[in-house]
Nanobody, 126 residues
Framework: QVQLVESGGGLVQAGDSLRLSCAAS????????MGWFRQAPGKEREFVAA???????????DYADSVKGRFTISRDNAKNMVYLQMNSLKPEDTAVYYCAAANRFFSVVPADYDYWGQGTQVTVSS
């Protein structure tokens, strides 16, 4: 199994940028589909972005409509880490952000993910 730890959250102003990091250990990221999800107070966990890093499948990427064009998911092969670059942040982006790994197939639903990080708080002020 893989262990995931998020970092990089914080308090920023609207229009600013943040880069969230997800450190993976135990297994290489090439074995998984990696996703980012977020959960705001009183709301259900929602999909943000996902990308397939398994070389035998190839690159498959999807973003939620609310973040498309502003957020980018990427990886660092040498560090075995996944990132979520968040630009042009809006107050409605405020949430706890989670990285997750799925070991079977590409998906945008939380139930299909097998491993989760502890979450990192992102707060965007107006």
């Amino acid at each position: 199994q893989v262990q995931l730890v998020e970092s990089g959250g914080g308090l920023v102003q609207a229009g600013d940028s943040l880069r969230l990091s997800c450190a993976a250990s135990g297994r290489p990221l090439s074995s998984y589909v990696m996703g980012w999800f977020r959960q705001a107070p009183g709301k259900e966990r929602e999909f943000v972005a996902a990308r397939t890093f398994r070389t035998w499948i190839g690159g498959t990427t999807d973003y939620a409509d609310s973040v498309k064009g502003r957020f980018t998911i990427s990886r660092d092969n040498a560090k075995n880490m996944v990132y979520l670059q968040m630009n042009s942040l809006k107050p409605e982006d405020t949430a706890v952000y989670y990285c997750a790994a799925a070991n079977r197939f590409f998906s945008v639903v939380p139930a299909d993910y097998d491993y989760w990080g502890q979450g990192t708080q992102v707060t965007v002020s107006s």
